[in-house]
């Protein structure tokens, strides 16, 4: 049997690996920062709070010795770092948090590894927003690199410490870059699940407009489920590695709109410009989105489209999920939240 452990298990993508762990016969160790963390509901939904074979740990990744203490306790075969600060838009208030959290504390794990068992396999949760403000795309491995935000930056610096960690150390440390990847277990703080619950909510008559933020960047949304299977797949690689894992498809904030609302049967009517453009119900004509300047970003990472090349010819990776499928089963399953409310 091996054992993994998991930081930020009560997140969208530690509740999917952990039953995806679980099901593959692994001993889960689960971290969260605090002994009841506000996901533990993700942990429900997928069905594995619980199970004789996940336990939970309370764990700071920024304070090193809670690092070593866990180390020693779970003699982890595979570490998934998956604990971060990771709103954007919130590392402009806490850039400081958000450098301690996501920057330094992948290399407090990574020392810890160092230190106890260099056999321990790491990966580190990259993202697409690495690659910010940069202008070739798709990008793929190599990048160009240019964060646009606090939150990037500091993942970058972890990027590159796990690959220093992988060559100076030998330590099989590998990265997934991973573009934005969704599902009902989503917060409702991120823009698809904001809109799918919002579109929920407005179908039966209980909400009666979405305000959001800038509808015209571009995003490369994939399916949860399927990106935590990558995350295994690079670990089970013969080399470590950096891996982009990504649909390809670029579609705007406006797009998933318009596909979500139209998963209910409620085309969108586009009316006015700027900061006064509206969608309009076409068959009520009654506004259902309206923009508030309030969810736009200081800086803005405008078109984020990854190429995921490399993990379809290493790992067999390939992204399935349509997003016209994505939004479906995300309203769905929002719809159906809404109505146990009742
Ligand atoms: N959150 C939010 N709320 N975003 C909005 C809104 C709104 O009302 N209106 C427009 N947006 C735009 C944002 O400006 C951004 O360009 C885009 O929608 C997506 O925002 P988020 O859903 O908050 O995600 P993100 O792209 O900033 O970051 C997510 O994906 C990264 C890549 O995988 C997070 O999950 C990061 O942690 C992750 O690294």
């Given at each position: 049997?091996?054992?993994?452990?998991?930081?930020?298990?009560?997140?969208?993508?530690?509740?999917?690996?952990?039953?995806?762990?679980?099901?593959?016969?692994?001993?889960?160790?689960?971290?969260?920062?605090?002994?009841?963390?506000?996901?533990?509901?993700?942990?429900?939904?997928?069905?594995?709070?619980?199970?004789?074979?996940?336990?939970?740990?309370?764990?700071?990744?920024?304070?090193?010795?809670?690092?070593?203490?866990?180390?020693?306790?779970?003699?982890?075969?595979?570490?998934?770092?998956?604990?971060?600060?990771?709103?954007?838009?919130?590392?402009?208030?806490?850039?400081?948090?958000?450098?301690?959290?996501?920057?330094?504390?992948?290399?407090?794990?990574?020392?810890?590894?160092?230190?106890?068992?260099?056999?321990?396999?790491?990966?580190?949760?990259?993202?697409?927003?690495?690659?910010?403000?940069?202008?070739?795309?798709?990008?793929?491995?190599?990048?160009?690199?240019?964060?646009?935000?606090?939150?990037?930056?500091?993942?970058?610096?972890?990027?590159?410490?796990?690959?220093?960690?992988?060559?100076?150390?030998?330590?099989?440390?590998?990265?997934?870059?991973?573009?934005?990847?969704?599902?009902?277990?989503?917060?409702?703080?991120?823009?698809?699940?904001?809109?799918?619950?919002?579109?929920?909510?407005?179908?039966?008559?209980?909400?009666?407009?979405?305000?959001?933020?800038?509808?015209?960047?571009?995003?490369?949304?994939?399916?949860?489920?399927?990106?935590?299977?990558?995350?295994?797949?690079?670990?089970?690689?013969?080399?470590?590695?950096?891996?982009?894992?990504?649909?390809?498809?670029?579609?705007?904030?406006?797009?998933?709109?318009r596909?979500?609302?139209?998963?209910?049967?409620i085309e969108l009517d586009w009316v006015g410009?700027?900061?006064?453009?509206v969608a309009k119900d076409r068959h009520?004509g009654?506004t259902v989105?309206?923009?508030?300047?309030?969810?736009?970003?200081?800086?803005?990472?405008?078109?984020?489209?990854?190429?995921?090349?490399?993990?379809?010819?290493?790992?067999?990776?390939?992204?399935?999920?349509?997003?016209?499928?994505?939004?479906?089963?995300?309203?769905?399953?929002?719809?159906?939240?809404?109505?146990?409310?009742?």
């Amino acid at each position: 049997m091996k054992t993994a452990l998991i930081t930020g298990i009560t997140g969208q993508d530690g509740a999917y690996l952990a039953r995806l762990l679980l099901d593959k016969g692994y001993r889960v160790y689960g971290t969260s920062r605090k002994s009841e963390p506000e996901g533990r509901w993700r942990l429900v939904e997928t069905g594995v709070l619980g199970n004789d074979s996940l336990r939970f740990c309370e764990h700071d990744i920024t304070d090193f010795s809670s690092n070593l203490r866990l180390l020693e306790a779970c003699e982890p075969d595979e570490i998934y770092n998956l604990a971060a600060q990771s709103y954007v838009g919130l590392s402009f208030k806490q850039p400081l948090v958000t450098g301690a959290v996501n920057g330094l504390g992948p290399v407090c794990l990574l020392e810890a590894i160092r230190i106890l068992n260099p056999q321990t396999k790491f990966y580190q949760a990259s993202t697409s927003e690495m690659f910010g403000k940069a202008e070739d795309s798709p990008h793929n491995e190599l990048g160009p690199f240019f964060p646009h935000n606090p939150y990037g930056a500091a993942k970058l610096y972890a990027h590159f410490m796990t690959i220093n960690y992988a060559n100076a150390h030998s330590i099989f440390a590998s990265s997934g870059i991973l573009f934005n990847h969704e599902s009902p277990l989503r917060s409702k703080s991120f823009v698809t699940r904001k809109i799918t619950d919002s579109v929920a909510r407005i179908r039966l008559g209980k909400m009666d407009c979405l305000e959001l933020g800038n509808l015209d960047v571009y995003r490369d949304w994939g399916y949860a489920k399927e990106y935590v299977a990558g995350m295994w797949k690079i670990l089970q690689a013969p080399t470590p590695g950096t891996y982009v894992l990504s649909t390809g498809r670029p579609k705007t904030v406006r797009d998933f709109a318009r596909l979500s609302f139209s998963s209910v049967g409620i085309e969108l009517d586009w009316v006015g410009d700027g900061l006064n453009e509206v969608a309009k119900d076409r068959h009520t004509g009654k506004t259902v989105i309206r923009i508030n300047p309030q969810f736009f970003r200081p800086t803005e990472s405008e078109r984020q489209v990854g190429d995921a090349d490399k993990a379809l010819r290493e790992l067999g990776w390939k992204a399935e999920t349509t997003l016209e499928q994505l939004c479906s089963l995300m309203v769905e399953a929002d719809i159906r939240r809404c109505e146990k409310e009742a």
